[in-house]
């Protein structure tokens, strides 16, 4: 055999040595597109990106602004994998459009907390104060549970994260609650007595929930995010290695160091 045959018989063997998701999604040429919320959940992802790089998978980090399109995206096979949601709302977004999403691990949790300028504990505010809430109807049954868990109102028995301001059943101090999309509550906190803000958005606001925040959940919140991928990736070769790039010793270093309390390893 001539040289030129055995070097070309040898780089085929080689690759063919190779993991399939090296070889293709998740390769330096084709990296896996992750698609997150900007601020916490990119930090996170940027530290995942430098472990998984070491056993040579490759993540492309893909930032953005809500909670919404990250799972059209994925849905549409525009990304393969995204990581910023609990299982609350991606179970929602698929009831209510029908999407081919699945949960494949769990990442961390951030405890959502409520804020104030103006107010330093809730049972402070006034008569007739409006406290800002997310608008989509996970988040906002969250944070409602959160004000009436810390009595700020009370609600329906049973009520949970599907909870809305119609399960509000005694109000006494006739509390307005207003409701807007969650990248927007940071922006308008000057403006209400109080807001329940995901710290995902606290967070990059220059908010520490746990300095800051006047009212927050508890570390056993049930609201852990996950990685989610397209029902037709459930089984790809680079899951098991995108898994385990998240959910191991090191990271959990990293959330404890980098947070400092505001986000708790789910895993």
């Known amino acids: 055999m001539s040289l030129n045959r055995r070097a070309l018989l040898g780089s085929a063997l080689a690759l063919a040595a190779l993991p399939a998701f090296a070889q293709e999604i998740g390769s330096k040429e084709r990296p896996l597109r992750i698609g997150t919320s900007a601020g916490p959940h990119t930090q996170l992802l940027e530290k995942v990106q430098e472990i998984a790089a070491r056993d040579g998978l490759y993540l492309k980090i893909i930032p953005f602004t809500d909670y919404i399109t990250p799972n059209l995206a994925l849905a549409a096979k525009e990304l393969d994998a995204n990581s910023y949601q609990h299982l609350p709302f991606l179970e929602q977004m698929v009831r209510d459009r029908n999407l081919p999403l699945a949960a494949v691990g769990k990442t961390m949790v951030f405890p959502i907390g409520v804020y104030s300028r103006k107010y330093k504990k809730l049972d402070a505010l006034p008569k007739g104060a409006r406290i800002a809430v997310p608008n989509d109807p996970t988040n906002g049954g969250r944070a409602l549970a959160l004000l009436a868990a810390n009595g700020v109102f009370r609600l329906t028995p049973g009520a949970d994260f599907r909870a809305t301001i119609a399960d509000i059943t005694e109000n006494p101090k006739n509390i307005r609650v207003v409701e807007l999309e969650a990248a927007q509550i940071p922006r308008v906190l000057d403006e209400v007595d109080a807001a329940v803000i995901n710290t995902d958005y606290a967070i990059p606001a220059g908010l520490n929930p746990v300095r800051d925040a006047i009212a927050i959940e508890n ?49």
């Open 219 to 267: 570390a056993d919140s049930p609201y852990a995010n996950l990685i989610v991928v397209h029902r037709d990736n459930k089984d790809a070769p680079w899951l098991k290695p995108l898994v385990a790039a998240y959910q191991n010793d090191e990271i959990r270093k990293f959330v404890q160091e980098t947070f400092h309390g505001s986000a708790v390893p789910a895993f």
